[in-house]
């Protein structure tokens, strides 16, 4: 009998519970984001960038070594134009949502 309430709780407690899923939580709620591909690599100041990932609907700036850049959303990609005024080498690419940002990606920004 114990162990009959215990599994009807135990499934009580589980069909309560609202699932976690990526449409929950899409960037507003903690679901950390994640930017999966940057394409190019590498590029002049000026040029577009194609950032690819999960949960960053819900973007609210790019910053591309440090400095904003302009963007638009295009389905689940992002694409941004890399600053003007970047000077050459390496610099880190995130996207930024309410709760965070997106693990640095690297651009190579070409003289």
Same mark, same amino acid.
């Given at each position: 009998?114990?162990?009959?309430?215990?599994?009807?709780?135990?499934?009580?407690?589980?069909?309560? !519970?609202?699932? =976690? =899923?990526?449409?929950?939580?899409?960037?507003?709620?903690?679901?950390?984001?994640?930017?999966?591909?940057?394409?190019?690599?590498?590029?002049?100041?000026?040029?577009?960038?194609?950032?690819?990932?999960?949960?960053? =609907?819900?973007?609210?700036?790019?910053?591309?070594?440090?400095?904003?850049?302009?963007? =638009?959303? !295009?389905? !689940?990609?992002?694409? !941004?134009?890399?600053?003007?005024?970047?000077?050459?080498?390496?610099?880190?690419?995130?996207?930024?949502?309410?709760?965070?940002?997106?693990?640095?990606?690297?651009?190579?920004?070409?003289?």
């Amino acid at each position: 009998m114990q162990l009959r309430l215990l599994a009807l709780a135990a499934l009580l407690v589980v069909g309560c !519970a609202k699932p =976690t =899923t990526p449409d929950n939580f899409a960037g507003r709620e903690g679901w950390p984001p994640n930017v999966e591909s940057l394409r190019p690599e590498a590029g002049r100041a000026g040029s577009e960038v194609t950032l690819k990932g999960a949960y960053l =609907t819900d973007a609210r700036q790019v910053l591309i070594g440090g400095k904003q850049a302009s963007f =638009t959303m !295009a389905g !689940a990609e992002i694409k !941004a134009t890399v600053p003007a005024d970047l000077a050459p080498g390496p610099v880190a690419v995130v996207v930024v949502v309410p709760k965070g940002t997106t693990a640095p990606m690297t651009f190579q920004v070409l003289p």
